[in-house]
């Protein structure tokens, strides 16, 4: 992320978190979607730590403004989950589980988001008059 209005490392960190949850939920459709697909292993999303290691890095000075170069986020498939006798390892109660918590996390980052660039704009707005 460039030199742009939301280039500093909070904004980063939060339109990382933006990208790793919205990912989660395509990853969380997908599964609810092959439910029924004999074979199907479902898929997670993991970005967390990755951001949380690109934060520290951020923070100790190493990697100053490339939060989001640094943070990845990965779309793993789960082949640690019980199967049914179909193959599949989808489970309703835990898609729909984290389906709930996920949009909860989504939402939470936005109005972050959102208050930052709030506040990035009564900045601006305060420097020009």
Do not use: C, W
């Given at each position: ?10 904004s ?6 933006l990208?790793?949850?919205?990912a ?5 459709a ?6 029924d ?47 049914r ?34 506040v ?5 707005r305060?420097?020009?008059?």
């Amino acid at each position: 992320m460039g030199d742009g209005f939301l280039s500093d490392v909070t904004s980063q960190a939060l339109l990382i978190a933006l990208k790793g949850t919205a990912a989660r939920q395509e990853a969380l459709a997908d599964n609810i979607a092959n439910i029924d697909t004999p074979g199907f292993t479902r898929t997670t999303v993991e970005f967390e730590q990755s951001l949380a290691a690109a934060l520290a890095a951020a923070r100790r000075g190493r990697q100053r403004g490339a939060v989001g170069a640094r943070a990845a986020i990965r779309r793993v498939r789960d082949y640690g989950s019980p199967r049914r006798a179909d193959g599949n390892n989808v489970s309703i109660e835990r898609e729909m589980t984290q389906l709930a918590r996920n949009a909860l996390a989504h939402q939470a980052v936005e109005e972050l988001l959102a208050q930052r660039i709030r506040v990035l704009k009564a900045v601006i707005r305060g420097r020009r008059g």
